[in-house]
């Protein structure tokens, strides 16, 4: 079951900006952490960006300085703010909440960047 929304993908050219939002559908746990992985065609999926219930951010090395993960622990929702991107950044993102038991997934919302 889908316990998390997500919006914001689109379609943009190189050097562009989104925003990606993600939010509880449910009642979900004691959230711990939050965080964005993404998945392109013919790839693994690798996490992106993580922010704990400190508010301790993380970004993978390729888009360190680019994207800027924000979270309202209230709401149990997470946000990635996606600056200067780049084709390779082409994916599908997944949000995702890490819980003491299990982790939510978000449902997946097309990334493309491209001219």
């Known amino acids: 079951q889908v316990q998390l929304v997500e919006s914001g993908g689109g379609l943009v050219q190189p050097g562009g900006s989104l925003r990606l939002s993600c939010a509880a559908s449910?009642?979900?746990?004691?959230?711990?952490?939050m965080g964005w992985y993404r998945q392109a065609p013919g790839k693994e999926r690798e996490l992106v960006a993580t922010i704990t219930s400190d508010f301790s951010t993380n970004y993978v090395d390729s888009v360190k300085g680019r994207f800027t993960i924000s979270r309202d622990a209230a709401k149990n929702a997470v946000f990635l703010q996606m600056n200067s991107l780049k084709p390779e950044d082409t994916a599908v993102y997944y949000c995702?909440?890490?819980?003491?038991?299990?982790?939510?997934w978000g449902q997946g919302t097309q990334v493309t960047v491209s001219s």
């Open positions: 995702a909440a890490w819980s003491i038991t299990r982790t939510y």
């Open positions: 449910g009642i979900i746990f004691r959230i711990n952490s």
